[in-house]
């Protein structure tokens, strides 16, 4: 990470430079932000700046030894901890085995939050830095380093130590080792202890700004400068949720052009198209299966409200709206239950295990015949 590539924060990479250039840097700080908001890219360009072996002016130079591995995230004097799942069988007590799958998230998205990194971790289990885990932060403290240099522990999230974890770095934030520098990477001091606050120099990152947010996707992502706004303007000033918002986006505009296609084929049963998004929805993988399915749910009960309950209260966009004017003629009230039940069933087995494929082209026929029966009600 450079300080180039960390979004806004122009005033605190200043200042952490002049600190670094006047020699006044504390052994332990605290880079304290809201989440996405960019704390740790600037924890990571910050300690970068200080490896550095030629560092310019206002960032690290990018082409030394150095620079080399923390462009990898492996530089030896760089050290990390983090929350990680606890247990038994594999037996899994610190974050070893989790090193090089954590540098390589972080270099993926330096924005990382925590729930992201727990649902990759481990499904979404709550995650937690161990004692055990602590003692592992002393021994590599204790080490020499390996440059000669300074060494750095980062530790992300430390509202994940617990007790005993906090007790054991007690110590070493106190009366720290030779030329070792202690980063603590926080969204809140909530649940920190005390003694450990009073211990370390706070970095106060603020959240960033609407414009820096919409900057930063356009620039990194791509995404339309139009968009970019509307994304900026609903992330209370994380990029990652700006990020997470696009990714919602994107995920429901699949989902809706798959519903789409599906209702009109089966409307007009054409099976060759059936079997074709038979084939797309089997690819989804069972969480999409079901997210599309909900989707559908949640789409013909929102269809029948965006016609007949006042459009300006639907929760649709639209595309979806322009759809549901055409659809919602052939839902009525009492008839929804049954399409509820073809779907509902749908979700079940294929929280079962079922075949993706049989169970798309089961639901299609239900959907045809519940089509025919409509068409034959309009035309009467
Ligand atoms: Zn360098």
Redesign the pocket.
Same mark, same amino acid.
């Given at each position: 990470m450079k300080f180039n590539s960390v979004i806004g924060l122009g005033p605190k990479k200043k200042q952490l430079i002049k600190t670094v250039n006047d020699g006044h840097v504390s052994h332990a700080l605290m880079f304290h932000g809201p989440e996405g908001g960019g704390n740790f890219p600037l924890a990571l360009a910050f300690a970068?700046y200080i490896? $550095?072996?030629?560092?310019g002016e206002d960032d690290? $130079?990018?082409? $030394?030894?150095? $620079?080399k591995q923390?462009d990898k995230l492996s530089h030896p004097d760089l050290h990390f901890s983090f929350p990680f799942v606890k247990s038994s069988s594999p037996k899994i007590e610190t974050t070893e085995r989790h090193q090089r799958e954590f540098a390589e998230t972080v270099l993926k998205n330096p924005y990382l939050t925590l729930a992201e990194w727990e649902l990759q971790l481990a499904g979404g289990k709550k995650s937690i830095i161990t004692a055990e885990e602590a003692n592992n932060i002393v021994k590599a403290l204790s080490l020499k380093s390996f440059s000669r240099g300074y060494k750095f522990m980062v530790i992300w999230m430390p509202e994940k130590l617990n007790i005993a974890a906090s007790n054991k770095l007690l110590k070493t934030l106190e009366e720290p080792t030779d030329r070792t520098i202690i980063i603590l990477v926080c969204n809140s001091t909530e649940g920190l202890l005390p003694t450990i606050l009073s211990r370390v120099q706070e970095v106060r990152c603020d959240a960033l700004s609407e414009g820096e947010i919409a900057e930063a996707l356009t620039v990194r992502d791509g995404v339309a400068w139009n968009d970019a706004e509307s994304y900026a303007a609903r992330a209370e000033g994380s990029y990652s949720k700006a990020r997470r918002l696009m990714g919602e986006d994107e995920q429901r505009s699949a989902n809706l052009e798959m519903f789409v296609g599906w209702m009109r084929h089966c409307f007009k049963v054409s099976f060759t198209e059936i079997f074709k998004l038979a084939d797309a929805f089997a690819k989804l993988g069972k969480d999409g299966q079901q997210q599309f399915i909900d989707y559908a749910l949640e789409y013909i009960h929102g269809s029948v409200l965006h016609e007949f309950a006042g459009r300006e209260n639907a929760l649709f966009d639209a595309k979806e709206a322009a759809f549901a004017a055409k659809f919602a003629p052939y839902i009525t009230a009492g008839e929804i239950g049954r399409l509820h039940d073809v779907l509902s069933e749908g979700h079940y087995l294929v929280e079962r295990n079922a075949n993706a494929n049989l169970l798309f082209t089961h639901m299609s026929l239900e959907l045809i015949r519940y089509f025919a029966a409509r068409k034959a009600g309009h035309n009467a």
């Amino acid at each position: 990470m450079k300080f180039n590539s960390v979004i806004g924060l122009g005033p605190k990479k200043k200042q952490l430079i002049k600190t670094v250039n006047d020699g006044h840097v504390s052994h332990a700080l605290m880079f304290h932000g809201p989440e996405g908001g960019g704390n740790f890219p600037l924890a990571l360009a910050f300690a970068s700046y200080i490896l $550095c072996e030629n560092p310019g002016e206002d960032d690290r $130079c990018g082409q $030394c030894p150095a $620079c080399k591995q923390l462009d990898k995230l492996s530089h030896p004097d760089l050290h990390f901890s983090f929350p990680f799942v606890k247990s038994s069988s594999p037996k899994i007590e610190t974050t070893e085995r989790h090193q090089r799958e954590f540098a390589e998230t972080v270099l993926k998205n330096p924005y990382l939050t925590l729930a992201e990194w727990e649902l990759q971790l481990a499904g979404g289990k709550k995650s937690i830095i161990t004692a055990e885990e602590a003692n592992n932060i002393v021994k590599a403290l204790s080490l020499k380093s390996f440059s000669r240099g300074y060494k750095f522990m980062v530790i992300w999230m430390p509202e994940k130590l617990n007790i005993a974890a906090s007790n054991k770095l007690l110590k070493t934030l106190e009366e720290p080792t030779d030329r070792t520098i202690i980063i603590l990477v926080c969204n809140s001091t909530e649940g920190l202890l005390p003694t450990i606050l009073s211990r370390v120099q706070e970095v106060r990152c603020d959240a960033l700004s609407e414009g820096e947010i919409a900057e930063a996707l356009t620039v990194r992502d791509g995404v339309a400068w139009n968009d970019a706004e509307s994304y900026a303007a609903r992330a209370e000033g994380s990029y990652s949720k700006a990020r997470r918002l696009m990714g919602e986006d994107e995920q429901r505009s699949a989902n809706l052009e798959m519903f789409v296609g599906w209702m009109r084929h089966c409307f007009k049963v054409s099976f060759t198209e059936i079997f074709k998004l038979a084939d797309a929805f089997a690819k989804l993988g069972k969480d999409g299966q079901q997210q599309f399915i909900d989707y559908a749910l949640e789409y013909i009960h929102g269809s029948v409200l965006h016609e007949f309950a006042g459009r300006e209260n639907a929760l649709f966009d639209a595309k979806e709206a322009a759809f549901a004017a055409k659809f919602a003629p052939y839902i009525t009230a009492g008839e929804i239950g049954r399409l509820h039940d073809v779907l509902s069933e749908g979700h079940y087995l294929v929280e079962r295990n079922a075949n993706a494929n049989l169970l798309f082209t089961h639901m299609s026929l239900e959907l045809i015949r519940y089509f025919a029966a409509r068409k034959a009600g309009h035309n009467a």
